[in-house]
């Protein structure tokens, strides 16, 4: 069983000294969570809280920021969007430095928002959307989260030159807008190194037959000659998934990230030949760091991570800090100019960049895995070497 989550707050209140980034020097530096910790959010939300919650005492531990000890306070939103609003505001009224939102950016951004008028930084803890952040929200909003497209765009350029997946088809979960994005990313790099998309399919994660489109599937493989399956969902489509291999279709599955994570395996028995990128593999991630920072998760708290999505927050606070130390200050334009100069920047999780137009990461490399007899295993680091263009990012006309 988990431990219980910390307390929100590691310290009294304290009264606002004067302007943001002119507090006296032995005042604590404050971080607001709007986040949810209840609700169908909360999977993601409350294992991120608690890495976020790990970063501060080890940097407390180590003199905190500034030579100034980190505080902490929470406000659930419930999952809902009219609580992130109210959330927002409860922990803007304690005048934090930071505030960190939901990892999905329909339940961030009313927060971030919030905070965007406030003049303050915030961050969605792992968002996929390009929208969590300048466009979305505003210049001093980021993501510690990849952008969708990057997913489809690495695991296309993998299947490519390692595997040498020529002919694809695709199966588009159209139930939310990251398993689309990650469909659009695909598409773009596959068929420009030149890959052939033989068949597009839509379907929803929740459909209780995918029937109709297996039968395409399976004409196509027959047909076509198509190698692999792209699919844009997520591990809420354990069910289409088992409803193909039950098909006896038994060729490379290819996904995105938010296939992470073996408990929805269980839904196909020794799942096998399915590969994701991902930024940290649980279990056996090839970085040493990587696992340091799992085994002090399990230290802390009593369990693995539910899934790779509560690690980005983590990551994305090493670069803050480094962003606050250069400036001097917590004040917002000073961070928001130094991180949006990082390029490659180091961190835990593997290189960072920020941009002024963009507060996601779109070209980092990531962790290839593999799905073999139901367990997750690591592959290989791949990334691609073409920036993302807008059109794609955004998926707006060509």
């Given amino acids: 069983m988990k431990r219980p989550i910390i307390s929100g707050l590691l310290a009294a209140s304290l009264s606002v000294a004067g302007a943001q980034g002119t507090l006296a020097q032995d ?3 404050k971080l607001g969570f709007a986040i949810a910790l209840s609700g169908r959010q909360s999977v993601t939300d409350t294992d991120g809280y608690r890495f976020a919650q790990l970063w501060i005492k080890a940097r407390n531990e180590n003199g905190g920021l500034l030579g100034r000890e980190i505080e902490f306070v929470t406000a659930d939103n419930k999952t809902d969007l009219g609580e992130s609003v109210k ?13 960190v939102v939901s990892c999905d950016y329909d339940f961030g951004a009313p927060a971030a928002v919030q905070v965007q008028k406030a003049g303050k930084i915030s961050v969605f803890m792992c968002a996929v959307d390009p929208k969590a952040g300048v466009l ?18 690495i695991i296309a ?16 979960d159209v139930a939310g807008e990251a398993q689309k994005s990650s469909c659009a990313g695909f598409e773009w790099m596959y068929e420009q190194l030149g890959g052939e998309i033989t068949g597009w399919e839509q379907f929803r994660f929740d459909d209780a ?10 004409k196509s493989i027959a047909d076509d000659g198509t190698e692999a399956v792209m699919l844009c969902s997520h591990l809420g489509a354990g069910g289409a998934v088992r409803q193909i291999r ?21 839904a196909v028995p020794g799942l096998t030949d399915f590969y994701i990128p991902t930024q940290v593999l649980i279990d056996g991630d090839a970085r040493p760091e990587v696992t340091a920072l799992t085994e002090s998760f399990v230290d802390a708290y009593g369990d693995k991570p539910s899934s790779m999505f509560a690690y980005p927050i983590y990551a994305w606070l090493e670069l803050w800090a480094k962003a606050v130390e250069t400036a001097g200050t917590t004040e917002t334009q000073a961070v ?7 390029t490659n920047e180091a961190t835990t999780l593997g290189p960072r960049t920020f941009t002024p137009q963009l507060h ?3 070209s980092m490399p990531m962790q290839i895995s593999e799905f073999t007899d139901g367990k997750q295993v690591y592959v290989e680091e791949w990334g691609i070497n073409e920036e993302i263009p807008n059109n794609i990012l955004y998926r707006v006309g060509n």
């Fill in 246 to 266: 039950s098909a006896g279709i038994d060729v490379p599955l290819l996904g995105p990230s938010m296939f992470d994570g073996v408990a929805w395996t269980s």
């Fill in 209 to 218: 037959s995918i029937s109709a489109q297996v039968s395409e599937l399976s």
């Fill in 336 to 342: 928001v100019e130094v991180m949006n100069g990082f």
């Fill in 27 to 29: 005042d604590p530096i």
């Fill in 136 to 153: 979305g929200v505003g210049p001093a909003s980021f993501s510690g989260g990849t952008a969708s497209q990057l997913d489809g765009a």
């Fill in 157 to 172: 350029d993998w299947a490519l030159e390692k595997k040498e997946l020529k002919k694809t088809f695709v199966l588009e």
């Fill in 87 to 99: 959330a927002g505001q409860k922990v803007l009224a304690e005048d934090p430095d930071l505030v």
């Fill in 360 to 362: 996601i990461q779109t």
